[in-house]
């Protein structure tokens, strides 16, 4: 293999990626979009809730219950309470949707209180929405948490407590999506810049060109390979500065982790488009690869990690993710861009992305065939 021409084949494909900076624009165009909206769309504390409260009990402790409401109404805002007289009225709101919950003190509660009876608060809550009603639930148990702590505390704790430490301040959606907005601007590249050129340039007779030289198939399998992971190295490493700069990252300009983020960048855009050739390296119709692109989307964007854990996915889904190359660049990037980890967080990732990049790009070079 000549590097000359393989150097040569790549200066020729960033030349024509150059002539048209459209390419380079719709490329980081949507995943930035997707971050922003996402971003700030998902994630994002509950503020605002309707809740109804129905206080059939009417006595000095519901009170007290109805006060420690209108002070989250007024603090953290989690929700705020419209007070109903009627519990079937209360539910048939919540069953229309003007109301997230429905929390009733019913009549024997401060006789229950006093008899030390279990005294109990019926929530009803509208559990089609899973963030809400969480959300919502967890503020509940804290007052009750608060109710159930005694008055007088007993001179020596016998009661096990736990200390929360959070080793990181409060994470944003929006910087966890960030990684996973980098990983898709790289494959966006490889799909139009790799794949879909790929074919259209095969579609349009420009690949005679190379076929009447004495270039061999390897040569113009690394040099195709080559320009297309220059131009996701572009492309991601220009939307990590620019969504870095909208998600707040902090200290963003240190040298040494952009050295890294270079890093994992460039070897995320090998992998991800020598997947993309190895997809379409047989292909000859230009209308396969924009058929697939949002098949390949799905299947390797959401198991990722990128938008929710892998740890909450079944079984199967986690088996996918195993073999997702966007896994292990998402993995990578939300260690530098969130935790700002050293080498140790993400050379095994590293190095799996160049097992994944030689793997593909040996069954590109095979499966290749130089020929018009």
Not at 42 to 56: L, P, R, S, T
Not at 230 to 236: D, F, I, N, S, Y
Not at 279 to 300: C, E, H, K, Q, S
Request: proline letters at 5%; one cysteine or more.
């Amino acid at each position: 293999m000549k590097l000359f021409r393989v150097s040569a084949l790549i200066e020729r494909d960033m030349r024509k990626f150059f002539r048209s900076p459209a390419l380079m624009m719709a490329s980081m165009v949507f995943p930035l979009v997707q971050l922003i909206v996402l971003g700030y769309a998902f994630g994002g504390k509950i503020k605002g809730a309707v809740v109804a409260v129905v206080d059939q009990d009417q006595t000095v402790q519901s009170r007290r219950l109805r006060e420690m409401f209108n002070g989250i109404s007024a603090g953290p805002q989690t929700f705020r309470v419209v007070e109903y007289n009627s519990l079937p009225q209360a539910i048939n709101d919540l069953r229309s949707g003007f109301v997230a919950a429905v929390v009733q003190i019913p009549y024997d509660f401060t006789q229950r209180y006093y008899q030390h009876n279990r005294p109990r608060i019926s929530f009803t809550e509208d559990n089609t929405d899973q963030f809400v009603s969480s959300s919502l639930l967890e503020r509940i148990q804290q007052m009750v948490n608060e109710l159930n702590t005694p008055d007088v505390e007993p001179r020596l704790a016998t009661q096990v407590d736990l200390n929360v430490v959070e080793m990181y301040p409060y994470i944003e959606y929006i910087k966890y999506l960030l990684a996973g907005s980098i990983a898709m601007s790289i494959f966006i590249v490889a799909m139009i810049g790799g794949g879909i050129t790929f074919i259209d340039d095969k579609a349009r007779g420009l690949h005679e060109g190379y076929l009447v030289t004495p270039i061999q198939k390897t040569e113009l399998v690394m040099g195709l390979i080559g320009a297309g992971a220059l131009k996701g190295l572009m492309a991601g490493f220009v939307l990590t500065i620019i969504g870095g700069l909208i998600a707040g990252i902090p200290r963003l300009w240190d040298p040494v982790r952009l050295v890294y983020l270079a890093l994992v960048v460039l070897v995320a855009s090998i992998a991800m488009i020598s997947f993309m050739f190895l997809v379409m390296v047989r292909v000859d119709d230009p209308l396969v690869p924009r058929a697939i692109f949002g098949v390949l989307n799905t299947l390797l964007f959401f198991p990722s990690g990128a938008v929710y854990p892998v740890e909450a996915f079944p079984t199967w889904l986690r088996w996918i993710s195993v073999f997702d190359p966007f896994t292990y660049t998402v993995h990578a990037l939300r260690n530098l861009t969130i935790k700002n980890t050293g080498i140790e967080g993400i050379y095994k990732d590293v190095l799996i992305l160049c097992a994944f990049s030689a793997i593909m790009i040996m069954g590109s070079i095979a499966l290749f065939k130089r020929q018009l």
